[in-house]
């Protein structure tokens, strides 16, 4: 689903049906996150950035919410579900699942 600011993102969701202004990140799992999280954590994410250069059946990306000098942001970690080991650079990926 596209984000208020446009981009493509698999965890973000939005219900707009019939007047609703309902939207939530899926990605994050701690429940605290989810409450503290609002659509404008969407302009700066880097999931939709690493959703197009890497389309991986076997990236896991981890959403959290880390604060910097009084200002939220949107972390991720990843991991390979093949290989079991974390991925330094999810833009890239592990290296295993598709070597040439």
């Known amino acids: 689903m596209k984000t208020p600011y446009g981009r493509e993102c698999r965890f973000f969701y939005g219900d707009y049906y019939r007047g609703r202004n309902f ?4 990605g994050l799992i701690n429940p605290q996150e989810k409450q503290n999280w609002d659509s404008t954590l969407c302009k700066d994410c880097p999931v939709p950035a690493i959703q197009l250069n890497n389309n991986c059946p076997n990236l ?5 919410i880390s604060k910097v000098l009084f200002k939220k942001r949107v972390k991720v970690k990843a991991s390979c579900s093949k290989t ?10 592990c290296g295993h699942c598709h070597e040439n």
């Open 84 to 93: 079991l080991l974390p991925v330094k650079d999810p833009n890239i990926g």
């Open 23 to 26: 939207e939530e990140c899926r």
């Open 60 to 64: 896991v990306l981890t959403v959290y």
